[in-house]
């Protein structure tokens, strides 16, 4: 923790400090006071990539919860294969990031992926998804719940197996429906594992970055560039570290 952590990020603090380029390492290391925290501040790419990080995460969990949930209750009502079920759903979790990327990209391009294919068939236009910003933003969230949403849905699909059988029971001897079941005793029951679930996807919301360089490189016209990738494109592109 020390050597990998500790040390690097009080380096890090220091060198925010001062005016280090790759470029030229000879008396960068001399403090240059809040400069760069003054620039970055009035930098409005830096403040668009913020409010582009915020729209990430807010679309991105709020989609793998809603569905996550819906798709661990149908498994739950299964009473037959939902182990196997389960396990196909860990797929998405094991592919590498960055292959995530590259098959979207392919499944996005016009003519040729997939879902342009299925436009075709319900005989809609082919849209150019990573040509227009809104669309490409829209394709990032598609990749990411892909890969993310099977996260939400073990963890509530095991939640849900662990529920008391009392309460459901007591319900149907009162004539509930199931959805009156699902949002009076299912959703409060699931409020720990919720706060949970929300908390990790809030945490590991940016791992989305290989996905965005493998597929978009944070365009077209910055639509798809958080601040991770910014601060990529700052270090190794312009060496400003």
């Known amino acids: 923790m020390l050597v990998l952590t500790a040390i690097p990020v009080i380096f890090l603090i220091y060198i925010s400090f001062t005016g280090l380029k790759l470029t030229n390492l000879s008396g960068t290391f001399s403090l240059t006071g809040l400069t760069n925290y003054i620039q970055l501040v009035t930098d409005q790419r830096f403040l668009h990539s913020m409010w582009v990080t915020i729209k990430f995460i807010v679309f991105q969990v709020t989609i793998q919860l809603v569905l996550g949930f819906l798709i661990a209750l149908l498994i739950n009502s299964i009473q037959k294969g939902s182990t196997i079920i389960k396990s196909l759903f860990v797929i998405p979790l094991v592919v590498p990031p960055v292959l995530v990327g590259l098959i979207f990209r ?34 990032v969230i598609m990749a990411a719940v892909w890969v993310w949403t099977p996260y939400v849905i073990l963890m509530y699909s095991a939640a849900l197996e662990t529920m008391p059988k009392e309460p459901f029971e007591a319900a149907k001897i009162d004539g509930a429906s199931f959805f009156q079941m699902t949002y009076y005793i299912t959703l409060p029951l699931l409020k720990p594992i919720t706060y949970i679930v929300v908390f990790f996807r809030i945490l590991e919301a940016m791992a989305i970055f290989p996905i965005i360089y493998t597929m978009t490189s944070g365009g077209p016209a ?12 700052n270090a190794f592109h312009y060496y400003k570290i």
Do not use: H, K, R
Not at 110 to 139: H, N, R, Y
Not at 222 to 233: G, H, K, M
């Open 222 to 233: 910055q639509a798809t560039e958080p601040t991770n990738y910014l601060v990529f494109q």
């Open 106 to 139: 392919v499944l996005c391009t016009p003519q040729l992926g997939g879902i342009g294919w299925v436009l075709d068939i319900l005989g809609l236009p082919a849209i150019d998804w990573l040509s227009s910003p809104t669309a490409a933003f829209w394709a």
